[in-house]
Nanobody, 117 residues
Framework: QVQLVESGGGLVQPGGSLRLSCAAS????????MGWYRQARGKQRELVAT???????NYGDSVKGRFTISTDNAKNTVYLQMNSLKPEDTAVYYC???????????WGQGTQVTVSS
């Protein structure tokens, strides 16, 4: 059984930082592209960042230069370091594991990030 469990969300002031974690079980990072997506209230889910098993990363335009995605394969955990946070970063952040070649994807339950003074 595949599980993706996010943690690290919360309330932070504008300009602050947070680090999200996603602990994965039941999958091997060797076969999956891992990623973070977010959904703000009333908006569609959007790409934040992805990372392949080879370490190639891709970022949404709105977070480039501020967010960094990384993995710890020994811990089967993917991280999202978020710096210089803005109110518009407020959303539920979801961890994703995908194997596009066989149309397989898994989602975590999400963690709320609120950026507000």
């Amino acid at each position: 059984q595949v599980q993706l469990v996010e943690s690290g969300g919360g309330l932070v002031q504008p300009g602050g930082s947070l680090r999200l974690s996603c602990a994965a079980s039941g999958i091997s990072f060797s076969f999956y592209r891992m990623g973070w997506y977010r959904q703000a209230r009333g908006k569609q889910r959007e790409l934040v960042a992805t990372i392949t098993s080879g370490g190639n990363t891709n970022y949404g335009d709105s977070v480039k230069g501020r967010f960094t995605i990384s993995t710890d394969n020994a811990k089967n955990t993917v991280y999202l370091q978020m710096n210089s946070l803005k109110p518009e970063d407020t959303a539920v952040y979801y961890c994703n594991a995908a194997r596009p070649s066989i149309s397989l994807t898994y989602w975590g339950q999400g963690t709320q990030v609120t950026v507000s003074s």
